[in-house]
């Protein structure tokens, strides 16, 4: 399997060289040249199997030489071992026919970590054969920060750096980011928000001098092995509820279109999935864009599901190049109109194709916050607010097909959300009680790139 870039102009790689390098080097992303099958034969055969043994058949036909039969099975099952739930991503019934999947049993309760797990232990057999070592460096608003410590924590080929704007993500957030104690892990709160902590991560990337010196690796949600993994859970829950002879369709709470791009993958394998809702939260960019055609920028706007304040969705990419009929010139065309204009519009048929697949909707503040009141009074079920975001949308597009909504993070994440809806202040999982009286250790930061760049080659292990 070979993997191509969005916009053309990018040497081919292989799976390991494209998940290795993150962001192709014309500004594109990677996306495999062709999209494995999956027979309906083949989908009925994953019912009652454990999630591993579904992630093997999913994943396998897209990883081409890059790792053995056996490396990549016991790659899997480090992956998911530290996972609080047998079922990996267990699905409860919210209605008659709404079902909720649970992505959240992972070590930092966010679904964030289905991908970050298997791309750590993914990192670790491939550097540790070429004999090489390299500096992740990461920006996060929260989530992908603290999974991305996780997976990486205590992996030897690998130093960890991540930088969090100080003061700005959730005590639950920090203290998953700052407690664990292994020396290759390094949080940095940063006197910034989060755009500057991501503008320094590019300053970083554009500097090439220290990105080779460093060997600077990115795992941000654009690296295509990321979004690989989540295509496995299109399946298990899809299965559990009669694909291939049942179809279904999924409603994702989405951000930077990292998660539902997977879904879509799903779908283009052959999962019989009817529609692809996106959710949005009041950062609406992408269900304005499906329904006007127009995809605008506008400011980023806080919200109670801080996770999806996003301006431009990075994965989107990966859609437009399908419906531009995989024309690299007409997507890196849209990109420098983005880039320049901040914003374009999408052909006729494009949209047309999109919105063979994708449907939209948003939730403002109010609605995220009334929904999580609802679904407790109905069922006893507590929504983290990202997840609430999604099961408010979901009502607008229920039909006869069974509609599942992901829930992205656990409720004890957003504790103040939740309990300003509830009146319930959702306790962590037995496995993290402790998180609270775990030791913290962070390093200030201020907003300069040639400050951070000497902080990073001093603490790494060279
Ligand atoms: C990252 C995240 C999202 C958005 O996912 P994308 O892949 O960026 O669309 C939604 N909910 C939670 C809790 C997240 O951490």
């Known amino acids: 399997m070979k993997y191509i870039s969005t916009r053309g102009q990018a040497p081919i790689l292989s799976f390991e060289e494209a998940m290795l390098t993150g962001l192709a080097r014309d500004g594109g992303l990677y996306v495999p040249q062709e999209i494995p099958q999956m027979s309906p034969a083949d989908i009925a055969a994953l019912a009652g199997l454990p999630y591993e043994e579904v992630a093997f058949r999913i994943m396998w036909p897209f990883l081409g030489e890059s790792f053995t039969e056996d490396e990549f099975r016991e790659i899997i099952a480090k992956a998911y071992a530290s996972f609080g739930h047998a ?3 267990p699905m409860v019934q919210l209605g008659p026919n709404h079902f909720l999947l649970e992505l959240f049993h992972g070590p930092t309760l966010a679904f964030k970590d289905f ?6 232990q993914l990192f670790q057999v491939a550097l540790k054969r070429r004999g090489e070592k390299v500096t992740i460096v990461g920006a996060t608003s929260g989530d992908t920060g603290s999974a991305a410590i996780e997976a990486f924590r205590g992996l030897d080929a690998v130093d960890v750096f991540i930088l969090f704007p100080h003061g700005r993500v959730s005590e639950v957030q920090r203290r998953q980011m700052t407690t664990p104690s292994e020396a290759n892990v390094h949080a940095l709160a940063l006197d910034g928000d989060f755009d500057d902590c991501q503008a320094r991560l590019k300053d970083m990337f554009n500097h090439f001098d220290f990105r080779d010196e460093v060997r600077l690796a990115g795992v941000n949600s654009i690296n295509w092995a990321r979004v690989l993994a989540q295509v496995v859970y299109y399946f298990t829950s899809a299965v559990a509820l009669g694909a291939p002879h049942r179809p279904v369709s999924l ?9 539902i791009f997977a879904g879509y993958i799903a779908r283009r394998m052959g999962l019989p999935i009817e529609k692809l809702v996106i959710a949005t939260n009041r950062n609406d960019i992408l269900h304005r864009a499906l329904s006007s055609g127009g995809y605008v920028t506008s400011g980023v706007t ?9 301006q431009v969705s990075s994965n989107f990419e990966r859609a437009l190049f399908d419906a531009y009929g995989r024309d690299g010139n007409a997507v ?20 047309q194709s999109l919105c063979e ?3 939209s909707g948003r939730a403002s503040e109010e609605e995220t916050t009334a929904t999580i009141k609802r679904l407790f009074a109905e069922t006893g079920e507590i929504l983290c607010p990202h997840s609430a975001v999604g099961v408010k949308v979901a009502g607008e597009h229920m039909g006869t097909t069974p ?28 496995r993290m009680a402790d998180l ?17 760049e000497a902080l990073i080659k001093e603490r790494r292990a060279s």
């Open 302 to 310: 806080p919200s109670i599901s801080p996770s999806m304040d996003i």
């Open 436 to 452: 609270y009286e775990r030791p913290e250790r962070v390093t200030r930061v201020a907003n300069d790139l040639a400050a951070l």
């Open 251 to 259: 409603t994702v709470p989405t951000g930077n279109f990292g998660d």
């Open 357 to 359: 697949t994708f449907a």
């Open 87 to 89: 079922a990996r991503a």
């Open 115 to 120: 991908a970050m797990q298997l791309i750590g």
């Open 332 to 351: 890196a065309q849209l990109m420098d109109e983005l880039k320049g204009q901040g914003g374009f519009t999408i052909s006729q048929g494009a949209l």
């Open 403 to 430: 509609m599942i909504t992901l829930a992205t993070a656990h409720p004890a994440k957003f504790p103040d959300a939740v309990e300003a809806a509830t009146g319930q202040r959702p306790p962590l999982p037995n």
